[in-house]
T-cell receptor
Framework: KAGVTQTPRYLIKTRGQQVTLSCSPI?????VSWYQQTPGQGLQFLFE???????NKGNFPGRFSGRQFSNSRSEMNVSTLELGDSALYLC???????????????FGPGTRLTVL | KQEVTQIPAALSVPEGENLVLNCSFT??????LQWFRQDPGKGLTSLLL?????REQTSGRLNASLDKSSGRSTLYIAASQPGDSATYLC????????FGGGTRVLVKP
């Protein structure tokens, strides 16, 4: 069974631009979560989508948004990029979602975003 | 608010030594605890998920223990190898998955 895939793997953008990242979960998984990882802040939760609905949202500004499609694939968008948005963006999928993340989370390889 | 701490932040051991990684959490009302491994610049690989009703979970050279009452979990890696060099993170679920800061492990040949 294929794992979680994320595209693109690397991105370089300039301040003020916007970016869209894509995540394809493991086949059959309906929950997709997004995380931002930086050396200073560690892993921080962005949001979770389940059955095309955002279930939970972390403490990030409205410039960060996402969506999930009927095939469970998810995208996240960051508008008006800032230097501080440079990070590794990880998505994770799980088979079920009870709102409490009790199921094993499987992570993708991440998208490395660099904002210049 | 759940807080997860991993101490030490970094650890260096000679090959063959057993590794002991610690994870502590502030809210003991957890459903489970998950341990991950992360290689530099890569995603996370799930190692073990230990349910709140379990005290231990084993997979090969890895053994994780959980003591909810004291808010602690320990990951043991027996007979460490250079390939075990990575960052190890623990995470507990709630309305989000809360991660510790990780322990960066270096196993010297």
């Amino acid at each position: 069974k294929a794992g979680v895939t994320q595209t693109p793997r690397y991105l370089i953008k300039t301040r003020g631009q916007q970016v869209t990242l894509s995540c394809s979960p493991i086949s059959g998984h309906r929950s997709v979560s997004w995380y931002q990882q930086t050396p200073g802040q560690g892993l921080q939760f962005l949001f979770e989508y389940f059955s095309e609905t955002q279930r939970n949202k972390g403490n990030f500004p409205g410039r960060f948004s996402g969506r999930q499609f009927s095939n469970s694939r998810s995208e996240m968008n960051v508008s008006t990029l800032e230097l501080g948005d440079s990070a590794l963006y990880l998505c994770a999928s799980s088979l079920v979602s009870d709102g409490y993340y009790t199921d094993t989370q499987y992570f993708g390889p991440g998208t490395r975003l660099t904002v210049l | 608010k759940q807080e997860v701490t991993q101490i030490p932040a970094a650890l260096s051991v000679p090959e063959g030594e057993n590794l002991v990684l610690n994870c502590s959490f502030t809210d003991s009302a957890i459903y489970n605890l998950q341990w991950f491994r992360q290689d530099p610049g890569k995603g996370l690989t799930s190692l073990l998920l230990i349910q709140s009703s379990q005290r231990e979970q084993t997979s090969g050279r890895l053994n994780a223990s959980l003591d909810k009452s004291s808010g602690r979990s320990t990951l043991y890696i027996a007979a460490s190898q250079p390939g075990d060099s990575a960052t190890y993170l623990c995470a507990v679920p709630g309305n989000k998955l809360t991660f510790g800061g990780g322990t960066r492990v270096l196993v010297k040949p």
